[in-house]
């Protein structure tokens, strides 16, 4: 009994903590607005989470989670070329409605010192970067398994760094732009 009742309090605080960051913002996120919006003490979140970075890190890895599902639910065009464009585009319409946590998440993620990711967290990482495995594989055959996982991850990295640009829109073209860009360096380098 008593671990349920752990268990919702952790998933109390967690729902509190996105509500806040959707409605305040990232910056309104603290163990104080958090203690006060849930009506738990500061005691009872430390006694939840670590810190409030190991906090953050699990509001992420439920963001990134959403960012999965929806990225697997897009039309699949033609293999390759298409579908990584679809991609793109369906991960900017993602950040752009759900800006306030992607902020959250970029805010942690590209200025995290002292914390270690989990296993969980990196694993939503590297899973939405498989995503791009079929298309890169029929694109780029010649690449091995290093280079393939290389560009997964140069992909992905440079995908989340321009969606945390705040001007980022519906119509902004420079995520096709970059992708794009990308994807004719590795066609040249590859000798296609």
């Not at 163990?31 to 738990?40: F, H, M, N, V």
């Amino acid at each position: 009994m008593l671990e349920k009742t752990k268990d919702n309090i952790r998933l109390k605080l967690l729902q509190t903590g996105r509500q806040l960051v959707v409605e305040k913002g990232v910056q309104y996120l603290t163990a104080r607005k958090l203690s006060e919006a849930s009506g738990c003490s500061i005691g009872t979140i430390y006694n939840q989470f670590t810190s409030m970075d190991e906090f953050i890190a699990e509001e992420n890895e439920q963001t990134l989670n959403e960012l999965y599902i929806n990225l697997c639910h897009f039309k699949n065009y033609p293999k390759g070329y298409s579908n990584i464009n679809q991609y793109a585009s369906c991960f900017r319409d993602f950040v752009i409605s759900y800006r306030p946590l992607w902020g959250l998440f970029c805010n942690f993620h590209f200025n995290i010192k002292n914390y270690k990711l989990t296993i969980g967290y990196r694993r939503q990482i590297v899973r939405l970067q498989n995503l791009l495995t079929p298309d890169l594989k029929i694109m780029f055959p010649a690449l091995d398994i290093r280079r393939l996982k290389l560009s997964q991850k140069v992909l992905m990295e440079s995908l989340m760094a321009l969606s945390a640009l705040p001007e980022n829109k519906k119509n902004d073209v420079r995520s096709a732009l970059l992708l794009n860009t990308y994807l004719a360096g590795m066609l040249m380098l590859n000798g296609d």
